[in-house]
């Protein structure tokens, strides 16, 4: 039996990626044929302010293909030589209806979101939690790689575009010669190392995909793309690394850059007590950023010192320690600190960079949290620090419990 599917379109980021991208408006007719081979679609709806520009032409065509229009104003606000938009404003709408739309009609199983904001990474979450299929369509070149990571099924734009031209023309285009994805592996190591950009296992994916149009580890016999890096690695074409709190990936003949030592990732944080008047180890100082042994020791009034019980809110704990137990436990640093970085993205909470990162300290001093090392995958080579959420912790439990 067929699935049925939803597809939610941010028209503004797609239309905008492939204006950039291939100087061309967005092909719904693709987009729309490429979503069939997922399910049989009971519902789409695009968002855009259609007041605006070129997206004036769009609510026809869309109607004419069973696209709903959904109408989101745009705000404005006063700033430089010309009134800046508020962007985020057709992200909320978007994924609040997604969501209304999850709850409402359980017998979707397949969701295609149509662009390549990174913002969308929590409602994917929200979806898989739920147990629905999510595919992404996007430019590759305008798409986060964390959110290709995150999602089921991404699909290249491009691959449409080529998908459509074959169509058109079948008997004129020679048939290609078939590609060797391991190649292509070392093709998109090298390609990201000569401009200069880290060699995350996303953004690797992202341009190996880049380069062939599309991209499934699973067409080659691996569940996931780790698998498929690896065994390249055991063949010798590549090395991985762990760096950053993220495998990375590098050529053999590749040295690989030394990493200074990191006072959340040590096992045992050194010289707090004796810099600390107050005997908690507070490894920075909120004020100007600096480590603990950058301060000297023999001034440690210089030192503000960040207590999560006085300097946050009941509310701000309760928030950011939910958000935390909604994450695989144990969760690397990054997506701790990416989901309080969402939490200020949406508006939830104001916080700078330092105070997210003063704030992750402190619950590691405090015991909120807890180190956990463990490999990444079953095949790393080495183990990574992780961090778990303490909810023994009485704190922690008052905190998840809404007090």
């Known amino acids: 039996m067929t699935e049925d599917l939803a597809i939610f379109i941010d028209w503004e980021n797609i239309y905008i990626s492939t204006v950039s991208e291939y100087n061309s408006k967005p092909n719904v007719s693709a987009i729309l044929e490429k979503a069939r081979e997922y399910g049989r679609i009971v519902s789409a709806t695009a968002y855009a302010d259609w007041t605006e520009g070129d997206f004036r032409q769009a609510p026809p065509t869309l109607y004419s293909n069973g696209i709903s229009p959904r109408y989101i104003s745009a705000r404005y606000f006063p700033g430089g030589r010309a009134q800046k938009r508020r962007t985020n404003s057709i992200d909320v709408m978007l994924a609040v209806e997604c969501s209304d739309f999850l709850h409402n009609h359980p017998q979707v199983d397949t969701y295609v979101l149509v662009t390549g904001d990174g913002d969308f990474i929590p409602l994917v979450s929200l979806l898989r939690s739920q147990g629905k299929n999510v595919v992404v369509i996007g430019v590759s070149e305008a798409t986060s790689y964390h959110l290709i990571e995150s999602a089921d099924h991404f ?144 001034s440690p009034e210089q030192t503000e010192e960040f207590d999560l019980l006085e300097d946050l809110t009941p509310y701000e704990l309760k928030t950011i320690t939910k958000s935390m137990a909604n994450l695989r436990q144990p969760a690397s640093f990054v997506e701790i600190f990416g989901s309080i970085r969402d939490l200020d993205e949406r508006g939830e909470l104001e916080l700078t960079q330092e105070e997210i990162s003063d704030i992750i300290t402190a619950m590691l001093e405090s015991d909120f949290l807890t180190r956990v090392r463990a490999k990444p995958y079953q095949q790393a080579r080495s183990e990574m620090t992780f961090f778990a959420l303490n909810k023994d912790k009485e704190e922690v439990k008052t905190a998840l419990n809404g007090g």
């Open 155 to 298: 699909i290249s734009y491009s691959s449409l575009l080529e998908e459509d031209r074959a169509a058109r023309t079948p008997d004129r285009d020679p048939k290609k010669k078939a590609t060797d994805p391991y190649g292509e592996l070392v093709r998109a190591v090298e390609t990201l190392k000569n401009g200069g950009k880290t060699r995350v296992l996303g953004q690797v994916k992202q341009q190996m995909i880049v380069q062939l149009g599309s991209f499934d580890e699973r067409n080659e016999g691996f569940k996931k793309f780790k698998d498929f890096v690896v065994e390249a690695e055991r063949r010798g074409l590549v090395n991985t690394v762990d760096q950053d709190l993220e495998l990375q990936v590098y050529l053999p003949d590749e040295k690989v850059p030394e990493q200074p030592e990191s006072d959340l990732a040590a096992d045992e944080p050194k010289e707090t007590a004796e810099s600390s008047s107050g005997g908690n180890g507070r490894p920075n100082d909120r004020g100007n950023g600096r480590s603990a042994k950058e301060t000297p020791a023999e």
